[in-house]
């Protein structure tokens, strides 16, 4: 059974940085596309990041230039590095990951202060 833990959410001031962990378990092979959504109260869920397998990356508009997201396939773990973060930032963020389906993990609050 394919399980996704996130780490590394929490509160930050505005302009600070975080950086989240996605670890997969309970699969012998890689994800083609592992990869961060996020969803503020009252919102749709929106494509944070993905990147898939062979290193090809996808970002939503309202993050590009400020996070960047990396993965390890060997370990089957994605990060989000996220830089210069915003009030607006603020949201729960779901790692998401594919393979013949798609995975969500629990989610982890990421809160950022003016």
């Known amino acids: 059974q394919v399980q996704l833990v996130e780490s590394g959410g929490g509160l930050v001031q505005a302009g600070g940085s975080l950086r989240l962990s996605c670890a997969a378990s309970?699969?012998?092979?890689?994800?083609?596309?592992m990869g961060w959504y996020r969803q503020a109260p009252g919102e749709q869920r929106e494509l944070v990041a993905t990147?898939?397998?062979?290193?090809?990356?996808n970002y939503g508009d309202s993050v590009k230039g400020r996070f960047t997201i990396s993965r390890d396939n060997a370990k089957n773990t994605v990060y989000l590095q996220m830089n210069s973060l915003k009030p607006e930032d603020t949201a729960d963020y779901y790692c998401?990951?594919?393979?013949?389906?798609?995975?969500w993990g629990q989610g982890t609050q990421v809160t950022v202060s003016s």
């Open positions: 998401y990951a594919w393979r013949l389906r798609g995975y």
């Open positions: 309970g699969s012998m092979f890689s994800f083609n596309v």
């Open positions: 990147i898939t397998s062979s290193g090809m990356t």
